[in-house]
């Protein structure tokens, strides 16, 4: 059974190379990560995520400093507080555990909103570049060497210098 599924799966991925080759498509590849590392918009987003991150960090780290004194506080009186009033310090720290749980929830959350809007403009710039540099080559497939899923390629046609010159990148 597994023979019959490789044997399929051969002559498939041969038909599918035929039909490409009798069809005479264009392929060219491009390696998107090397492409956006070159686009100068992504160091003022890295800085400014770095920023949006160390916002977060620093209201996190006074959330905890706060919970630890707090913690330390009760330790030190626990034994000279009344039952009442020990039930109603546990609950104020339950409280605040339970806020800074909720805040580094929130926190990643916004963190990665925040890295969605820097972000996905430089990425559809990208994309759009590649895709008008296709159509005006005349590739009917660009392969992202980046991605999982390109097993082998021996040369090929790079878009790399074409694209960068769509976006005025050196």
Same mark, same amino acid.
């Given at each position: 059974?597994?023979?019959?599924? %490789?044997? +399929?799966? /051969? ?8 039909? @490409?080759?009798?069809? #005479? $498509? *264009? ?58 009033? %020990?039930? +109603?310090? /546990? ?8 806020? @800074?749980?909720?805040? #580094? $929830? *929130? ?58 010159? %769509?976006?005025?990148?050196?």
């Amino acid at each position: 059974m597994k023979k019959l599924f %490789k044997i +399929a799966l /051969v002559a498939g991925g041969l038909l599918f190379a035929g039909n @490409i080759v009798s069809a #005479q $498509q *264009k392929i060219a590849h491009i390696n998107s990560a090397e492409l956006i590392k070159a686009m100068p918009e992504v160091v003022n987003a890295d800085k400014q995520l770095e920023t949006f991150k160390a916002s977060l960090d620093a209201d996190g780290k006074t959330m905890y400093t706060e919970y630890q004194t707090k913690v330390q506080a009760f330790q030190g009186a626990e034994k000279t507080l009344s039952d009442a009033l %020990k039930d +109603a310090k /546990v609950k104020e720290i339950q409280d605040l555990q339970k806020r @800074i749980e909720e805040f #580094q $929830q *929130k926190a990643g959350e916004d963190f990665e909103k925040k890295r969605g809007e820097l972000y996905d403009p430089i990425l559809k710039k990208a994309e759009d570049a590649v895709k008008v540099v296709a159509k005006e080559k005349g590739y009917a497939y660009v392969f992202d060497t980046t991605q999982p899923g390109i097993v082998y390629f021996d040369g090929g046609i790079n878009i790399m210098p074409d694209v960068k010159i %769509k976006l005025g990148l050196k």
